[in-house]
């Protein structure tokens, strides 16, 4: 089983960048890809970014409107999501996910962390 934490998350206000960290560790041969998910107050978890490990490829909710950069770091078996240029409507939990598919989907994830709090203020 692999283990997924992620790191970063905190209150800051709108139009301040953030970085979070998601590092899997244990059993990691079977992941391919990671992403993230956020799941806002009141709504359902929704796709924020996903990379494929090897490549570097990636995938981004168009509605971020690129104020988002999913990366990884290959060797440490981490990804990362730059968020850049808050707003009050990015405060939610963040949710890192890992697995063999590299999707937009939760249900291809097999791998999931607890999640970090990301709180924009005004």
């Known amino acids: 089983q692999a283990h997924l934490g992620e790191s970063g998350g905190g209150l800051v206000q709108a139009g301040d960048s953030l970085r979070l960290s998601c590092a899997a560790s244990g059993r990691t041969f079977d992941i391919s890809a990671m992403a993230w998910f956020r799941q806002a107050p009141g709504k359902e978890r929704e796709f924020v970014a996903a990379i494929y490990l090897y490549s570097g490829e990636t995938l981004h909710a168009n509605r971020l409107n690129g104020r988002v950069i999913i990366s990884r770091d290959y060797d440490k078996n981490t990804a990362y999501l730059q968020m850049n240029n808050v707003r009050e409507d990015d405060t939610g939990v963040y949710c890192c996910?890992?697995?063999?598919?590299?999707?937009?989907?939760?249900?291809?994830?097999?791998?999931w962390g607890q999640g970090t709090q990301v709180t924009v203020s005004s």
């Open positions: 996910a890992a697995g063999r598919s590299f999707a937009s989907t939760e249900g291809d994830y097999d791998h």
